[in-house]
C-alpha cells in the first residue's frame, strides 16, 4: 500500500488527491518490536500487577509505561503471554536496550526480561505507520483496496479489519451492479465509512502527545466514557459498552456510527460533568457559603 502503482496512475490523471494526515514514521515517534511465548506463570509475579493478577486468572490485555519503554501484553491461545515493546529508535540498539529493560522494568519478571532480550535482538524495529487519506478509491477499470486506499497506523489496531471490511464492500458492489459500475459504487458505499475510521485514528493519535490538542482529545475521551456510561442502558444497540474501543467489536456498527457515536457521548458527557460542577457550586454556596 505504501507504494501502489495503481494508486500512484490514478494520481497521475487526476483521480483522487491525497493527504497524509499523521506520520509515525518519524526520529521522534516510537518503534516497536514484537515477542511471543512468555510463561504465563511469571505473570502473577510482576510486581506492578500483584493486585491483579494471578496464577489461575485468565491473563488480560494489559498496558504499561516503565522507564524508556511501554509495553502491551495480551494472551495467546496456547497459553502464554505475547508483548509488544515500544521505544525510540535509539534505545533498542541491543546493549542499550538490555541494560534500560534490566535497570527501569525491573518490575517485569526476569524470564521474561531475558526473552524480550533474546527475541529482539538483531531484528529490525517495526514503525507504526502513517495515515494516508484519498479522496476516492476508484478510477477508471480500477479499484484501490486495503493500504493502497487507506493506509492507517497502529493506533487502534484496525488496519487489518478496515482492509478486509473493504473487500466486503467490493464483493457487495460486484454482486448488485453491472461490472462498469462497480468502481464508483464501491467509491460511494466505502469512502465514508474508510474516511470516518481514518478521522477516528487521527484524534487517538494526536491524543497520546503532550500538546494542547493532545490534552483536549484527552478530555473528550473522559467526556466520551462518562457519557457512553449512561447511554449503554438507554441504547444498548448503538452503545454496547462505554469504552469506545469495544464498539469496532460490533458487527452492527459501522464506522461511522462509531464515529458519530464517539462525539454523540463525548458532548453529553460534557454536558453531565458541567451539570455535576454546577450542581456541586450551588450547594457550595448554599450550604457552607450561606450565600
Not at 134 to 153: I, K, R
Not at 210 to 233: D, I, N, R, W
Not at 268 to 290: Q, T
Request: glycine fraction near 8%.
Amino acid at each position: 500500500g505504501a507504494s501502489s502503482t495503481v494508486r500512484s496512475m490514478l494520481l497521475d490523471i487526476g483521480c483522487l488527491d491525497t493527504k497524509v494526515l499523521y506520520s509515525a514514521n518519524t526520529p521522534a515517534t516510537r518503534r516497536f518490536k514484537v515477542v511471543h511465548g512468555l510463561d504465563k506463570r511469571a505473570y502473577a509475579k510482576c510486581a506492578h500487577l500483584a493486585t491483579t493478577a494471578t496464577e489461575d486468572k485468565p491473563v488480560k490485555m494489559l498496558r504499561d509505561k516503565m522507564g524508556f519503554g511501554g509495553f502491551t501484553f495480551w494472551p495467546r491461545v496456547d497459553g502464554s503471554v505475547s508483548a509488544m515493546v515500544m521505544a525510540l529508535e535509539g534505545d533498542f540498539e541491543p546493549e542499550r536496550f538490555a541494560f534500560k529493560l534490566h535497570k527501569e522494568a525491573a518490575a517485569l519478571p526476569q524470564s521474561w526480561r531475558d526473552s524480550i532480550i533474546e527475541q529482539t535482538g538483531g531484528v529490525p524495529a517495526s514503525m507504526f505507520g502513517s495515515n494516508v487519506r484519498n479522496s476516492s478509491f476508484a478510477g477508471p477499470g480500477a479499484v484501490l483496496v486495503g493500504d493502497a486506499a487507506h493506509a492507517v497506523t497502529s493506533t487502534l489496531g484496525q488496519g487489518c479489519c478496515l482492509g478486509l471490511s473493504g473487500m466486503k464492500a467490493l464483493a457487495a458492489a460486484v454482486d448488485t451492479v453491472e461490472v462498469a459500475d462497480v468502481p464508483q459504487t464501491y467509491n460511494t458505499l466505502w469512502v465514508p465509512q474508510a474516511h470516518a475510521l481514518q478521522k477516528f485514528e487521527l484524534l487517538m493519535a494526536l491524543s497520546i502527545g503532550k500538546t494542547l490538542e493532545g490534552h483536549f482529545y484527552k478530555l473528550t475521551h473522559l467526556c466520551s466514557l462518562v457519557g457512553a456510561t449512561l447511554l449503554q442502558h438507554v441504547v444498548p444497540k448503538y452503545i454496547t459498552k462505554p469504552f469506545f474501543f469495544s464498539w469496532f467489536g460490533e458487527p452492527t456498527l459501522s464506522y461511522r456510527r462509531v464515529y458519530a457515536n464517539y462525539w454523540g457521548t463525548a458532548a453529553m458527557g460534557s454536558g453531565i460533568i458541567v451539570g455535576v460542577a454546577w450542581l456541586i457550586r450551588a450547594l457550595v454556596r448554599k450550604l457552607v457559603l450561606k450565600v
